[in-house]
């Protein structure tokens, strides 16, 4: 079992920056593909981000709108998986949830990860 606890969330305006952790329970994250997803409300949960395991190379993935203003990354000694978004626009607006799947490569469909967190509001003003 892997409990997963997401912080750092607030509000921002455009353009911004915040750094959404993930601290995961469990002697054995560095063998999880980490992911982070979000909601908004009325919608389905949406891929944002995933980081392969470290045995698989620890590699990273994005949904198109994320790249080059996300960055995804592991902390294994601390069991930490941290979001760093820059350059925040009023559309990422939503909640963001950290989600663990027991396999060391990434998927971007919500079902193929076993444990999420709560969820941590992001709300970018315009």
């Known amino acids: 079992q892997v409990q997963l606890v997401e912080s750092g969330g607030g509000l921002v305006q455009a353009g911004g920056s915040l750094r959404l952790s993930c601290a995961a329970s469990g002697r054995t994250f560095s063998s999880y593909a980490m992911g982070w997803f979000r909601q908004t409300p009325g919608k389905e949960r949406e891929f944002v981000a995933a980081?392969?395991?470290?045995?698989?190379?620890?590699?990273?993935y994005y949904k198109n709108s994320a790249k080059g203003r996300f960055a995804i990354s592991r902390d294994n000694a601390k069991n930490t998986v941290y979001l760093q978004m820059n350059s925040l626009k009023p559309e990422d607006t939503a909640v963001y949830y950290c989600a663990a799947r027991s396999a060391p490569t990434y998927v971007a469909y919500p079902y193929g990860y076993d444990y999420w967190g709560q969820g941590t509001q992001v709300t970018v003003s315009s």
């Open positions: 980081i392969t395991s470290s045995w698989s190379g620890g590699g990273t």
